[in-house]
């Protein structure tokens, strides 16, 4: 509850909802109803509150009578929302480096997110965690993040990639049949939450490429979390410790606390201040790896309850029908049947 009341999403991003909310005809104070943003807020360039975001999605949700605002939001988006870091993301020489970029400062436009860039074979990844999920309208944010980072990717190389995804965790809402033409294609029901696409496009130049203007707005980047005291990646660095042990058995907080040079009850204090706990990361990593595995056509069912742990092949199967609902053969079927 403590984060729903720190500063959180850029105003910017608010700015645009409520500018989109008025050309449909919705003035701005209704939309603004009860959330408690100041008008100041709005005009100093600040941030709001995960609560104050979140309600003023509520509002947007009740007025326009659409859940999808997340999605219009993404739509609408430009790299001058992004502040300096939009232009830092336009000087970038690939879209390899623009979305290292992106990952690396998304805390200064939103800290409930972390990002992470991961390369699977043809395939590039780019996870999503969420560190605020029980906050209220998460789906909405997750849309605007989701739609928001499609859109610069092609925005950036100037064309539509062909191969890009948005993979959802859940099933597909009602709504999405609106949205479904003007959104990159999704896959619902994965269990994960990441945006997919060839890896070859990570090369894509770009036109805008400047390699001093980047390292001048990066170095100006790490001047502003370093003044607004942003917190760290803790959660994409024990996601890479614990990608290290995949397949070897996870290690316990004190060996994974050793590691990143903290003491135990440190990287304790430090997750519970972002609502997690070690050992829901451990058991979010296994079932990544997991979903993963069996998305590899190559390896046997047998070969992945040995590889995760799982003594009986049986194990993994109800352990894989409690996440997603099927069975690892149906969700490798479901998921493969495009060639994806």
Not at 34 to 46: K, M, V, Y
Not at 69 to 84: A, D, E, M, P, R
């Amino acid at each position: 509850m403590q984060k729903l009341f720190k500063d959180d999403v850029h105003v910017e991003y608010a700015i645009a909802l409520l500018n989109i909310l008025e050309q449909q005809g919705i003035a701005r104070d209704r939309a603004l109803m009860g959330t408690g943003i100041r008008p100041s807020q709005l005009e100093d360039g600040g941030r709001l509150t995960t609560h104050q975001d979140a309600t003023l999605l509520t509002n947007a949700v009740r007025l326009t009578n659409d859940p999808g605002i997340g999605y219009q939001v993404g739509l609408h988006s430009t790299l001058t929302w992004h502040g300096l870091l939009g232009f830092g993301l336009m000087s970038c020489a690939t879209l390899r480096d623009a979305l290292e970029l992106w990952s690396e400062f998304l805390d200064l436009r939103t800290t409930t997110f972390n990002l992470r860039l991961l390369q699977r074979g043809e395939f590039v990844e780019l996870h999503v965690y969420d560190l605020a999920p029980k906050a209220p309208m998460r789906s909405c944010a997750v849309d605007r993040l989701l739609t928001m980072t499609t859109r610069l990717c092609e925005q950036l190389t100037q064309r539509v990639l062909p191969d890009m995804e948005i993979w959802y965790r859940n099933n597909e809402p009602l709504h999405f049949f609106r949205y479904r033409k003007r959104v990159a294609s999704a896959r619902f029901g994965t269990g994960l939450c990441q945006i997919r696409f060839a890896a070859k496009d990570l090369d894509i130049p770009l036109v805008h490429a400047n390699a001093s203007t980047y390292r001048h707005i990066k170095l100006q980047c790490e001047r502003e979390r370093a003044r607004l005291r942003r917190s760290d990646d803790l959660v994409v660095r024990v996601a890479d410790l614990l990608e290290c042990y995949e397949g070897q058995g996870y290690p316990g907080i004190e060996d994974a606390a050793r590691t990143l040079c903290m003491s135990s009850r440190t990287l304790k204090r430090k997750l519970q201040r972002l609502g997690l706990n070690f050992r829901g990361l451990v058991d979010e990593a296994r079932k990544d790896a997991v979903l993963r595995d069996v998305l590899n056509p190559v390896l046997r069912m047998e070969e992945i309850a040995a590889r995760r742990g799982y003594a009986d092949p049986a194990n993994l199967t109800r352990a894989f029908r409690r996440w997603t609902g099927e069975s690892p053969t149906k969700y490798r079927a479901r998921l493969l049947s495009t060639g994806s």
